[in-house]
């Protein structure tokens, strides 16, 4: 990828210069995770669902869906692929067979270290030209946007 200055934004993005920097941050940081993802034969989100796991194994499929953050259909498929891949069993609740039970496998839980230093590893590339304070900065104007986006997302449309 190469680095895009802002002279070199396309001409509607000066409408939006913080929000075109998100992006291109975002999918520069995305695509450098899935690279590192793929070297572990996972795809981008089912770490995630792992992560949530390693802390609370025996999660139900609606616990991880809200926790993760990520759409039902992608849980869904991810954690077909990532049974079919050793990593995890799903089964019935006794209580409810309705309610499908995630448990990692001993193949799921080995990949605790390595998802641990993937993550590692992808922050100190993120910070390497960073203070302390600038990182700190960051992480907390990232949380104000973020809020924002969620809240203005959650408002009924004027429409």
Same mark, same amino acid.
């Given at each position: 990828?190469?680095?895009?200055?802002?002279?070199?934004?396309?001409?509607?993005?000066?409408?939006?210069?913080?929000?075109?920097?998100?992006?291109?941050?975002?999918?520069?940081?995305?695509?450098?995770?899935?690279?590192?993802?793929?070297?572990?034969?996972?795809?981008?989100?089912?770490e *995630? +669902?792992?992560?949530?796991?390693?802390? /609370? %194994?025996? @999660?139900?499929?609606?616990?991880? =869906?809200?926790? !993760? $953050?990520?759409?039902?259909?992608?849980?869904?498929?991810?954690?077909?692929?990532?049974?079919?891949?050793? *990593? +995890?069993?799903?089964?019935?609740?006794? /209580? %409810?067979? @309705?309610?499908?039970?995630?448990? =990692?496998?001993? !193949? $799921?839980?080995?990949?605790?270290?390595p998802?641990?230093?993937?993550?590692?590893?992808?922050?100190q590339?993120?910070?390497?030209?960073?203070?302390?304070?600038?990182?700190?900065?960051?992480?907390?104007?990232?949380?104000i946007?973020?809020?924002?986006?969620?809240?203005?997302?959650?408002?009924?449309?004027?429409?």
């Amino acid at each position: 990828m190469s680095d895009t200055t802002s002279s070199e934004l396309p001409s509607t993005a000066g409408e939006g210069p913080l929000s075109y920097a998100i992006f291109q941050l975002a999918r520069a940081h995305r695509g450098h995770a899935a690279a590192m993802l793929r070297a572990m034969n996972l795809h981008p989100g089912q770490e *995630l +669902l792992l992560m949530q796991l390693f802390d /609370h %194994d025996g @999660r139900t499929q609606a616990e991880l =869906l809200e926790r !993760a $953050g990520l759409d039902h259909s992608t849980v869904s498929k991810s954690l077909r692929r990532m049974q079919e891949a050793g *990593l +995890l069993t799903r089964e019935p609740a006794p /209580h %409810d067979r @309705r309610v499908m039970v995630v448990h =990692l496998t001993d !193949a $799921g839980r080995a990949l605790r270290k390595p998802i641990a230093d993937m993550w590692r590893t992808l922050e100190q590339i993120s910070v390497h030209d960073l203070t302390p304070d600038q990182i700190q900065a960051f992480i907390t104007f990232a949380h104000i946007i973020e809020k924002s986006v969620r809240d203005h997302s959650q408002q009924p449309s004027a429409e």
